[in-house]
């Protein structure tokens, strides 16, 4: 005998066209319909009009229309999940959108004695941070290819450490120091200068070899024992 399964409409989009089963109880001789209905935006059951019907049918039980119910809801959200599947990954926020990316090809390049370079996208107007001074600032950590692996803005916070206290990779240290506050630069981290051990692949994530060369797109926002002793 066939698997029930093999019987089912396909899921997707054949599946956005309504699917009805209609089924009769009999109450004192008056048969009641239940019809069910589904869609892809939808799943609702209708009770019609109570018929006058001499003829006996078969009694269906509340509990089988409770389980032809769930076992259609879970059709229909394994076919919304399937279309979800197929969809292209959301896009991640980034400190240098597209527009950004275009001005970015005009700015020179700066390189530093440690083989670090940089492309400021927007100077800053205030201090830069002294070594030891804790700072806050948002960071997008991607690989070459721009696949991002690491991010603050995912993470809804902005990170905080003490600069040039070897608390982060030595580049985003170096990069950090000359920026000043309210400013966003490209750094462009050299191997010997970015993880030595490197970073293990997980879901949406790329794999960092170790001490391969990597990017960080880096804002900082404030450096709250600075911003303390100026006022």
């Given at each position: 005998?066939?698997?029930?399964?093999?019987l089912?409409?396909?899921?997707?989009?054949?599946?956005?066209r309504c699917?009805s089963s209609n089924?009769?109880?009999t109450?004192?001789?008056?048969?009641?319909?239940v019809?069910?209905?589904?869609?892809s935006?939808?799943?609702?059951?209708?009770?019609?009009?109570?018929?006058?019907?001499?003829d006996?049918?078969p009694?269906?039980?509340?509990?089988n229309v409770?389980?032809?119910v769930?076992g259609?809801?879970?059709?229909?959200l394994s076919?919304?999940?399937a279309n979800g599947?197929?969809l292209?990954?959301?896009?991640?926020?980034?400190?240098?959108d597209d527009?950004?990316e275009?001005?970015?090809e005009?700015?020179?390049?700066v390189?530093?004695?440690?083989?670090?370079q940089?492309?400021?996208i927007k100077v800053?107007k205030?201090?830069s941070p002294p070594?030891?001074y804790?700072?806050?600032?948002?960071?997008?950590?991607?690989?070459p290819?721009?696949?991002?692996?690491d991010?603050?803005?995912?993470?809804?916070?902005p990170y905080?450490?003490?600069?040039?206290s070897?608390?982060v990779?030595?580049?985003?240290?170096?990069?950090i120091l000359?920026?000043k506050?309210?400013?966003?630069?490209r750094?462009y981290?050299?191997?010997?200068l970015?993880?030595?051990?490197g970073?293990n692949s997980a879901?949406?994530?790329p794999r960092?070899a170790?001490s391969?060369?990597?990017?960080?797109d880096?804002s900082l926002?404030?450096?709250?024992?600075?911003e303390?002793e100026?006022?």
């Amino acid at each position: 005998m066939a698997s029930s399964s093999l019987l089912l409409p396909p899921l997707g989009s054949a599946f956005s066209r309504c699917m009805s089963s209609n089924h009769h109880t009999t109450v004192g001789g008056k048969i009641r319909c239940v019809i069910l209905r589904c869609s892809s935006s939808e799943l609702r059951i209708e009770a019609s009009k109570t018929i006058e019907n001499g003829d006996e049918l078969p009694l269906i039980k509340r509990r089988n229309v409770i389980g032809m119910v769930v076992g259609v809801s879970s059709l229909l959200l394994s076919s919304l999940n399937a279309n979800g599947a197929g969809l292209p990954p959301e896009e991640k926020p980034r400190l240098c959108d597209d527009n950004c990316e275009k001005e970015l090809e005009n700015v020179p390049m700066v390189t530093a004695e440690s083989g670090l370079q940089y492309k400021d996208i927007k100077v800053g107007k205030g201090p830069s941070p002294p070594v030891g001074y804790q700072v806050a600032a948002n960071y997008v950590a991607m690989v070459p290819s721009g696949q991002i692996f690491d991010s603050s803005l995912d993470k809804g916070l902005p990170y905080i450490f003490r600069v040039g206290s070897g608390q982060v990779i030595k580049g985003l240290d170096e990069g950090i120091l000359s920026m000043k506050l309210g400013g966003k630069r490209r750094l462009y981290i050299p191997g010997p200068l970015a993880f030595p051990k490197g970073l293990n692949s997980a879901p949406g994530r790329p794999r960092v070899a170790p001490s391969s060369p990597v990017i960080f797109d880096v804002s900082l926002e404030y450096i709250p024992g600075l911003e303390a002793e100026e006022e």
